[in-house]
């Protein structure tokens, strides 16, 4: 299973529940989703200028979408096509990380969602945030498991 949102709060009296999701593309309707351990599958999405909204089958009031909130939003890993070169941010845990001069920083320890910036925390001599932006990384292998990136003064 692969986690891409959590659910934050009821919207409305018609089941809708507000999510945090950090790959909204993955959202597709018709398709099951599970929150925590039961699958349910998406009826409707709505995008809002702060938000993601979205309503269940089967979950038609404000009740049943209250019952619903702080779980874990996930998918079947097989259940998601990826086109070439693209890979789960899951596959990313445990990446050797190297810097342009081949110097070894550490490993991808966890990935942190803290605002619209993904975070991949590295710990090797020292652990440290690096913001997940084309600037920083130069390369990833999932076949080597490494990750070669750029890094600027400071940020380590």
Do not use: C, W
């Not at 398709?31 to 599958?41: M, P």
């Not at 009826?43 to 019952?67: H, N, P, Y």
């Not at 190297?98 to 710990?123: C, N």
């Amino acid at each position: 299973m692969i986690e891409i949102g959590r659910t934050i709060k009821a919207v409305g009296l018609r089941g809708e529940i507000k999510i945090h999701v950090q790959q909204p593309e993955l959202l597709e309707i018709g398709k099951n989703y599970y929150l925590e351990d039961k699958v349910y599958t998406l009826e409707k999405i709505r995008f809002t200028k702060k938000a993601t909204v979205i309503k269940f089958l089967g979950v038609d009031s404000i009740e049943e979408a209250q019952g619903q909130l702080q779980k874990k939003l996930s998918i079947k890993k097989e259940d998601i096509e990826l086109e070439e070169g693209e890979f789960f941010e899951s596959d990313l845990l445990g990446l050797k990380v190297i810097d342009e001069q081949g110097v070894d920083l550490g490993e991808i320890v966890d990935i942190l969602y803290p605002s619209s910036q993904t975070l991949y925390v590295i710990r090797g001599e020292t652990e440290f945030m690096l913001p997940a932006v084309k600037e920083f990384i130069l390369s990833i292998d999932l076949d080597k498991k490494e990750m070669t990136v750029s890094l600027i003064e400071g940020l380590r």
